[in-house]
């Protein structure tokens, strides 16, 4: 069956720290807790996908390894079809992530396996294809043409920020951002809604219809055919931010391919990431449809 949502990315095991504060530079520390969670931006974001009731597909690779087989597992368990989730020499992505007592993290990711990641036509059917940057970024390029040729619709994450290709532009129908992405991208400061206002305006011009900054507690720009609107942010107890974008983009998409509006599609967004924050981990804190409004 052609699943609602494909998404090209990566898949990385994070090995997730928790510490009081980062050390300084030449500083050791202890710290609090250690624990392992299947994460990798594009992973992520299928997850919160079918948890929000979506039908996913994931084209990604894996290494060989214990972590590979469990990034796997770990999709297939939501119902995320995994036939392109290729498995090739080399190793697991994984990714070093330590959060500190705000819930703030700083994260190191080792690419591994999704270096070799390659779009294939047969892999790339859908009605959205939903991209981010850790992964060859000409894939990507590719990605974006075979499917924007069907007349899917093309969002695109650009984490970690990069200097996007000029063709990519043009194949993209949203895009979604946080502050230091949009920042880089327009060029101007980005630190409340009226300067993402300014930036996501800018990003318009450079081809996307629909483009969208979050920013953290301080919620969700999105500038589009019908002008700019702010959502705020939920009030919620935050142990741990990691994957809020992640989570936030997801539920958008699985809202839009149920036919909600755009303007609803951002509050089942902001609803889910607020649950997201307040639990550890990447996939571990993404929420199911029915746990929203539990935050
Ligand atoms: P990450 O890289 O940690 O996954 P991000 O930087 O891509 O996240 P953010 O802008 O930090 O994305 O967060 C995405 C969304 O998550 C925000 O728009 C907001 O709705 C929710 N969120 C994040 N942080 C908080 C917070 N402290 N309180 C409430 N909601 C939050
Ligand atoms: O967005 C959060 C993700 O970024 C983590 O799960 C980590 O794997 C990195 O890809």
Redesign the pocket.
């Known amino acids: 069956m052609t699943p609602d949502i494909v998404v090209f990315g990566s898949m990385n095991m994070d090995l997730v720290v928790r510490v009081a504060r980062a050390p300084r530079s030449g500083e050791t520390l202890h710290g609090q807790s250690f624990f392992t969670n299947p994460g990798g931006k594009g992973a992520n974001q299928a997850v919160a996908c079918a948890r929000q009731g979506a039908r996913v597909a994931m084209v990604g690779c894996v290494g060989d390894d214990d972590f590979g087989r469990t990034l796997r597992n770990a999709l297939a368990a939501d119902g995320i079809a995994t036939g392109n989730v290729r498995t090739v020499e080399g190793t697991t992505g994984v990714a070093v992530v330590m959060v500190d007592e705000a819930g703030e993290?700083r994260i190191t990711i080792i690419p591994g396996a999704n270096d070799l990641l390659k779009a294939e036509p047969e892999a790339l059917a859908g009605k959205y294809l939903l991209l981010q940057c850790e992964v060859p970024m000409p894939e990507v390029v590719r990605a974006a043409q075979f499917m924007r040729a069907q007349g899917a619709t093309v969002v695109l994450n650009p984490?970690p920020v990069c200097q996007l290709p000029d063709e990519l532009w043009s194949l993209v129908d949203i895009i979604v951002l946080?502050?230091i992405e949009a920042s880089e991208l327009a060029g101007l400061p980005v630190s409340d809604p009226a300067t993402a206002a300014a930036a996501a305006i800018s990003i318009r011009k450079r081809g996307p219809s629909t483009s969208i900054v979050?920013?953290?507690?301080q919620?969700?720009l999105v500038a589009d055919e019908a002008g700019c609107r702010h959502f705020p942010?939920?009030?919620?107890q935050?142990v741990d931010?990691?994957?809020?974008?992640?989570t936030?983009i997801g539920a958008l998409c699985a809202a839009r391919v149920a036919g909600e509006s755009m303007d609803d599609a951002v509050l089942r967004g902001?609803q889910a990431?607020?649950v997201?924050?307040t639990r550890a981990g990447a996939q571990s804190s993404i929420p199911y449809l029915d746990e929203l409004g539990a935050a």
């Open positions: 993290n984490a946080n502050e979050t920013l953290g507690s919620g969700v942010a939920l009030a919620v935050v931010t990691t994957a809020a974008g992640d936030f902001i990431a607020s997201c924050v």
